[in-house]
């Protein structure tokens, strides 16, 4: 006769309650796991779908992500000269917050070198990739834009033309892909007053250089299109991504394009754990301390639910000792009942889990490798938070049934 | 390791002897004598009553020889063998309670959770019966005492007498060789406690089970067989007719 079943059938109000209590507690705590784990996937997605093999960066710097690069757009031509590059591509990104009607839109804004990449590569829930070299977007499914959408950004009107699942940026933003000419556009707007007041000032300053007093015709030049002046180079990308013929040789191409002095190099590798180490490693250590403090604060409520339900069972517990059940009836009692809470909350957990999850502003991914780790985590605090609730069934007389 | 009572006694038939049983409870200015000397020998197939006022020293004696609460000083023989030398176990306590004794309660002392028939099981699986087995020993019993049919209700579905008589029959279980009770009718009516009585004189008669009996009801003292009272730790053999006669 198995008691410890006996008994959660008896109570079995109490137990479900129970159950389900301890069940929310461990659904926090695989909850946090989860976002744990969605830090982790979301910050890399971008460097594992882009699958480029090198990134080629403004020189020092741990850009693009990490911090701010800049680079000339010149520089992807140059990559591709460099034997064993297959295509470089120009890569620019930033994160813009604007409203679109009565709420904020954030989003984060990632330029596709067309016509190389047109977003083929973007896992689409509806639409298509980009079909021209302007005035179009794909948007991440959490932006919340419907397909046809005409969207002001600027000066400029984009049309979303496809709708991407999944693609979020390390900060948790839903990405907006547009062609790197028009996320340049939407990076470097600027109001109309800004650029007559640059050019003024352009005037005034060159005025006051020898190279404007000798050759004042110059000065003529101050108050044309930036993009039109010789000496003002075009604007800056974030960076290259270069894939290679065979990316085995990545190590030799680095050093080519390394050697450069004015940019820096990393492969994939790199790019992804000068993420984790930098932008995301504090988020990182807070939700996984956050989470040990769970499991911790989860062990010490089970230990008091086991220990009452012991103490309830005292009396009980106590005849059978009088009628001569030994240690391991009473151990098998109180342990069977433990592990029976523990898996009961354990799969609430995952069931509600389930249900909730998705509705989180941000990714909450539970992976089969996370589930295995806290089912044995909840194997072992069942263990050890029954440890109370047996020292009373061990120390209680036979006496107390007499009582 | 229980030793045998010796060859030649002519005492092969004693179901439980105990000699000179002191308890002694605290130390120096707090100490209390509980019991004092107490001796006594019950036969196969007797029933006794232990009568004495509350605080006399009867639950003392009883948890002394239920192997429950050690005395200070003295002897338990159990079954031919000694298992107590002052508070010196000799053998396994729990493990001899299981096969040789049977305890019934004031109270029922039911385990709540589990059903009347069950609550009979669990003691036959205690002592080693398969859970079929089991199932069936305890129906045998159940039925036996009376009841059962209510075999599948659980112990706050009967009544107080149905309560003690499923008592009665999980204390059965192991086939003891005694049974000890205290104050078992208390939560009873007269009917139902004179009942509880013959049930206990039916058992130990038919079945050979020794039956110790702490009892406040002198009401039913004409079913037993052999009658002691103790007084202030003191243990006495009294005369059975003059008790008798009196109620």
Known sequence: ?403 | MSTPLPADDPSAKIAIKAESLTKIYGAGNTEVVAMRDASMTVMAGEVVALLGPSGSGKSTFLTAVGLINPPTSGKIYIANQLIMDGPKALTNLRSFRRKHLGFVFQKSNLIPFLKAGENVQIACELNGLSSRQARIRALELLDYLGIKDRSQSYPSMLSGGQQQRVAVARALANRPSVILADEPTAALDSFRGRQVMELFTKVAHEQGTSVIVVTHDHRSLDVFDTLYEMEDGKLTQKAKEPLAVAH
């Open chain 1, 1 to 403: 006769m198995n008691l410890a079943i006996k008994d959660i059938s008896y109570n079995i109000g109490r137990f479900v309650l129970t159950a389900v209590g301890i069940g929310m507690l461990l659904m926090v705590v695989m909850g946090m796991g989860g976002i744990y784990r969605g830090v982790v996937e979301d910050a890399t997605l971008l460097i594992d779908r882009l699958d480029a093999d090198l990134w080629v960066v403004q020189r020092s710097t741990r850009g693009p992500f990490a911090e701010i690069s800049r680079v000339p757009a010149k520089l992807s031509d140059r990559a591709l000269a460099v034997p064993g590059v297959r295509v470089a591509r120009e890569f620019v990104y930033h994160t813009i917050q604007r409203q679109d009607g009565d709420r904020v839109l954030r989003m984060a804004v990632l330029g596709l070198s067309w016509p190389t990449d047109k977003g083929d590569w973007i896992p689409l829930v509806e639409g298509r990739p980009l079909g021209q070299s302007r005035f179009e977007l794909i948007a991440d499914q959490t932006l919340k834009l419907p397909l046809g959408k005409q969207i002001e950004i600027g000066n400029e009107v984009y049309q979303v033309v496809g709708i991407s699942g999944g693609m979020i940026s390390s900060a948790g933003d839903g990405i907006a892909f547009l062609s790197s000419a028009d996320a340049l556009a939407v990076q470097l707007d600027v109001p109309g007053e800004a650029v007559r007041l640059e050019r003024a000032a352009r005037e005034s300053r060159g005025r006051l250089f020898d190279v404007g007093i000798q050759q004042p015709a110059l000065l003529e030049n101050a108050t044309r299109q930036s993009g039109q002046l010789p000496a003002i180079a075009r604007p800056s990308i974030s960076a290259v991504l270069v894939t290679l013929e065979h990316p085995s040789d990545a190590k030799a191409v680095a050093e080519v394009i390394g050697g450069w002095t004015d940019v820096t190099v990393y492969t994939a590798d790199e790019q992804r754990n000068l993420l984790l180490k930098g932008s995301v490693e504090k988020v990182r250590s807070q939700i996984g301390l956050f989470r040990i403090l769970l499991t911790i604060i989860a062990t010490i409520i089970m230990a008091l639910i086991l220990y009452t339900l012991t103490l309830d069972k005292l009396h009980s517990i106590a005849l059978l000792k009088l009628i001569g059940a030994s240690n391991s009836v009473l151990l098998g009692l109180i342990l069977q009942q433990a592990l029976i809470l523990g898996a009961s909350g354990f799969a609430i957990a995952y069931v509600v889990g389930q249900q909730i999850f998705p509705k989180f502003p941000r990714r909450v991914i539970i992976t089969s490798e996370d589930l295995i780790q806290l089912a044995a985590i909840v194997f072992v605090i069942s263990i050890a938070s029954s440890g109370l609730g047996v020292w009373k069934a061990m120390v209680v007389s036979p006496n107390e049934a007499l009582a």
